[in-house]
């Protein structure tokens, strides 16, 4: 177990000095089968979703880690400051999280859980953004570090009250992360610590997918383009995929669940107080949440008879998860919390599973 994202320091502390990591990259295993994705030959489906990999220096490590579709955390069309830090803590949490738990209560863990696998962290950015003349260039420089059989996906998102209509600062996000060289495209509609609405897009399915609309003019027909999600209930996460479709090649999920995280005095366990009370639980007691997410999602699929990616995200901790979650009819699949402390996630999964053994739900 290490500590690759250091959670006791601030992301520009992790942006300006991270990753942190020690030892040796083993050669990958012989590839016998490539994944496909869209039009791209992929070495493996596993990737790291948007959030760890702060910039092109991170995405170059997780990709000699072998994670092959790497998401350049969420950018913005301006400079988005962070919330302070500490913006991630671990969580006592020992039940696996259902829609009922949205909202509920959660305290902290004083001490790091021994095995990477057990983490349950709750974390709290608040989706902040380099300037667009610091992202623009390093997805360049991203996409220069992968290796073939890799392919990176930008995560982008619109922010209010920049001068245009939130629409349309979504469309010009992805327009902006196209110009940069992104291959793929990822609308993040999904986070429960930013308090100004675009964080909740997922759960509307009319707003949503005028946003998607706008984000497939501005990028055209031929870049591929998936939206992240947050956790719903099958019939609405129905409505939201059959509104979506029609602009969008994927769908992403789960993002973080929220709930109100205490210290054990019952005060707020991130700083500066009750307005950053609720904050969004991942890792370990999310699995279920993610598993079920990726199932629904999946038999959605099947009764729209509809061609569409699934990411399944959402509590994968270890190599038989991931496995699990392809099983379960996810295309691709991707941890964020497990593999900030578990750098060799993805090498494990290809010592487990030669890509051509998939079995697949049918
Ligand atoms: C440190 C951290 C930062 C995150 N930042 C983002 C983000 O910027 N955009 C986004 O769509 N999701 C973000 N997420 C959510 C993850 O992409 C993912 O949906 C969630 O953590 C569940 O996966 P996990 O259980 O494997 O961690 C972040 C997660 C973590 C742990």
């Known amino acids: 177990m290490q500590e690759i994202y250091k959670i006791d320091k601030s992301y520009e502390w992790n942006y300006e000095h991270g990753p942190t990591f020690e030892g040796e990259i083993s050669a ?29 220096r991170w995405i170059e490590l997780y990709g000699k880690l072998g994670f092959d579709i790497p998401v350049y955390k969420t950018v913005r069309t301006v400079e988005w400051k962070s919330h302070p830090e500490p913006n991630c803590v671990y969580v006592d949490m ?34 902040p953004s380099q300037a667009p003349t610091v992202w623009m260039p390093d997805i360049g420089k991203a996409n220069n570090a992968l290796s073939d059989g890799q392919v990176m996906i930008v995560s982008i998102m619109g922010t209010p009250d920049v001068g245009r209509e939130l629409p349309d600062d979504y469309g010009r996000c992805a327009k902006m992360a196209v110009e940069a060289g992104a291959k793929i495209i990822e609308a993040n509609y999904s986070c429960p610590n930013v308090c100004t609405g675009e964080g909740m897009l997922f759960r509307d399915a009319e707003t949503s997918s005028q946003i998607s609309k706008k984000i497939r003019e501005a990028i055209g027909p031929s870049v591929p383009f998936l939206i992240k999600m947050g956790l719903l209930p099958p019939d609405k996460l129905e409505e939201v995929v059959r509104t979506n479709l029609p602009y969008v090649d994927g769908f992403a999920g789960i993002n973080t669940v929220a709930m109100n ?22 890792g370990h007691a999310i ?37 699990g979650r392809l099983q379960n009819g996810a ?32």
Request: proline residues 8%; hydrophobic residues 35%; glycine residues 8%.
């Open 331 to 362: 295309d691709i699949v991707m941890s964020a919390t497990v593999a900030m402390w578990d750098p060799f996630l993805a090498q494990k999964f290809h010592e487990l599973i030669n890509p051509s053994s998939y079995t697949r739900m049918q």
């Open 287 to 323: 699995h279920s949440a993610g598993s079920h997410f990726t199932q629904n999602l999946f038999h959605i699929k099947k009764k729209l008879g509809a061609d569409f990616v699934i990411c399944g995200v959402g509590g994968m901790m270890t190599a038989e998860d991931l496995h």
């Open 28 to 56: 990958r295993p012989e590839i016998q089968k490539k994944t496909k994705l869209w039009d791209f030959e992929l070495n493996s489906p596993i990737g790291i979703p948007a959030g760890p990999l702060l910039n092109s």
């Open 261 to 282: 995280v205490r210290k054990p005095d019952g005060s707020p366990a991130l700083p500066p107080g009750k307005e950053r009370l609720r904050t969004g639980l991942c």
């Open 94 to 127: 020992q039940s696996q999280l259902t829609e009922k738990d949205v909202g509920g209560e959660a305290k902290v863990l004083l001490h790091a859980p021994k095995k990477p696998e057990d983490i349950t962290i709750t974390n709290s950015f608040g989706v």
